[in-house]
């Protein structure tokens, strides 16, 4: 169906007796406005969890750009010549950018919110902390466990973005997931507005006929009907986004422990997606009456 | 072929607001009207009987641009409905008023919303001082301005069609039809609606009724020149002049 904006702009301008001409139809207006609330309501959700699951992806993904953990927990006397073999090892290895042992204060740094500031960490039988570094493509982890395992036996790589990996493609997957619940949204909402709109130009076929009959063009009796059901499917979408931000809210938040669930937030410039639903959902319905009506008007003729 | 104005026979009228050139109409497989030629010339009136069935009202309807032709050639006002959209179809229209048996009306709309409807349909002034003195004039010329808020299930049969004659005059056309007018109304309403058209065809108006009621076309042709068509095993021909 072609658009044409100016035949669209003069459908959605106020004239109080094209409006009148079309008798209030109480059920389908009320289907209308449900709908379009309900669906409203759904897509705050679905674009919540879009947008959380866009800011998950994205913060473990910078996560696992930072680096991997080396732990050297060699018997007293090898430490230090096992901590100098694994770094001729990481320095040599494709893919590692860099490789840093932790000083005596960074592992008390990462000590101190469990055992205070006053720990006496010389005389504790701590592992050495070695920080690696990836290149974007990140190294080769089996054939360095390989190498490690040769020249400094204690050794053990810990590779956190084997595990962070997967769960980054879920949270991506999530994200999408949440797109397409909305598009799938948008199309229901579309569907049902069809429906409505059809049930109501049917219900109306002597006032087309009236109509008709007195000289109206089919753009003038499709105007009633596309501006009635677009305002309703605003009016509605509204409603349904107002209650979803509220319900949004009432989650609770999340505190200082990170979570998936209680991070299901609006933020930022997310709520320009937000608060286009009601104006997308009217736009929505307004396509899908006008479809509705140019086709009913072609059966009618 | 039947030409008919008030000036008697002529050869094809250009001037002729409603023009029929061969015309057939089907539906259904069935053939309810054939080879129909005819030219209507401004100002002249003219009644249309026929048996019920015979496709008055389908003939009425080809008149109006309501239905198409299957064959042959429908012109009103020298353009051919057949290369016509429905928009243009629809502007034509304002230049006919119709006035059907069973008038219809936007049932929700006191009866004065649905006269001035023409106009709001054509996007002209329905609410200044002046479109109002006008729709009063209108309801005063027939017979309603006591009945202007009413909505149409109220009106008696009469009431309706004198609304519904004054909703096909309001954007002062220049064809008349009526299909049946006085079909659901007593004698005295009859004469009162045939008054009411017998003035618009002496303001210049072109007047075309499909009845069944001789003694309506008796009392017209005693005030005006008419010509009676008649349709008969699906044909227009010429009724007899004793009428």
Sequence with gaps: MSLDLRAAAK??????????????????????????????????????????AGRVAERWGDELAQSSTLRISAPAGEGVTQT????????????????????????????????????????????????????????????????????????????????????????????????????????ASAAMVTLAANAALAANAQVIAVL???GAKDTYIARAFVRRFALRSLTGAAFGTLVGIVALVLIPSRGDSAGFLTDLSIQGWGWVWVILIPPLSGLVAFIATRFAARRVLEELA | MLRHNNAGNRGRDKTAVIELENVAYSYGG?????????????????????????????????????????????????RDVRGLGRDDVAILRRKIGVVHQDCQFLDHLPVTENIALPLSVSGQDTSGAGAEANLKELLAWVGLTARGDALPPELSGGERQRAALARAVIMSPDVILADEP?????????????????????????????????????????????????????RLQMAGADL
Excluded at chain 1, 87 to 92: A, D, E, G, I
Excluded at chain 2, 57 to 73: E, N, V
Excluded at chain 2, 195 to 220: F, P, Q
């Design chain 1, 11 to 52: 459908m959605l301008q106020f004239d109080e007796k094209a409006d009148r001409v079309v008798p209030p139809t109480g059920f389908t207006a009320r289907l209308t406005v449900f709908s379009s609330f309900a669906m409203a309501f759904l897509a705050v959700f679905a674009l919540a969890l879009s947008l959380a």
């Design chain 1, 84 to 187: 100098e073999a694994a770094l001729r090892v990481l320095r040599t290895t494709p893919g590692i950018v860099d490789a840093r042992a932790l000083t005596i204060d960074e592992q008390r740094a990462l000590l101190t919110p469990w055992f205070g500031a006053d720990i006496p960490i010389e005389d504790l039988p701590l592992p050495q902390l070695i920080d690696i570094t990836e290149t974007d493509e990140g190294y080769d982890a089996a054939g360095l466990r390989l190498r490690l395992a040769a020249e400094a036996p204690a050794a053990v790589l810990d590779d956190h973005a084997r595990w962070r990996r997967p769960l980054i493609e879920a949270a991506s997957r999530l994200r999408i997931l949440g797109w397409a619940s909305i598009l799938l949204i948008a199309t």
């Design chain 1, 212 to 214: 008709r009959l007195v």
């Design chain 2, 30 to 78: 069935g053939e309810l009207l054939t080879d129909m030629t005819l030219s209507v010339a401004p100002g002249s009136f003219h009644f249309l009987t026929g048996p019920s069935g015979s496709g008055k009202t389908t003939f009425l309807k080809l008149c109006y641009g309501a239905l198409q032709a299957t064959a042959g050639h429908v012109r009103l006002f020298e």
């Design chain 2, 182 to 234: 006085t079909g659901n109304i007593d004698w005295e309403m009859s004469q009162r609606l045939l008054t009411l058209l017998v003035e618009l065809n002496r303001m210049g108006k072109t007047i075309l009724v499909a009845t069944h009621d001789l003694g309506l076309i008796r009392a017209a042709k005693a005030q005006v020149p008419t010509r009676v068509l008649r349709i008969s095993n699906r």
